[in-house]
């Protein structure tokens, strides 16, 4: 990475999940706090993920 330039200059994407959870200025990402979703727990994303997304048990219909 070129000493001084933001991730978006060079063309990398920038990762919060990299920087402890900080946006590139600094502050929180909010999508990173336990309080939203899955919280950064792509572990535990991709297990409910192949279960096929489902969010409620189905009943019987």
């Given at each position: 990475?070129?000493?001084g330039a933001t991730a978006t200059e060079?063309?990398?994407k920038y990762k919060p999940s990299e920087h402890g959870?900080?946006?590139e200025?600094?502050?929180p990402d909010?999508?990173?706090s336990a309080e939203h979703g899955f919280g950064g727990d792509r572990?535990?994303?991709s297990e409910m993920g192949k279960?096929?997304?489902a969010t409620q048990p189905?009943?019987?219909l």
């Open positions: 990475m070129v000493q060079t063309g990398e959870g900080l946006k200025d600094g502050t909010k999508r990173m572990e535990r994303a279960k096929g997304g189905q009943g019987d």
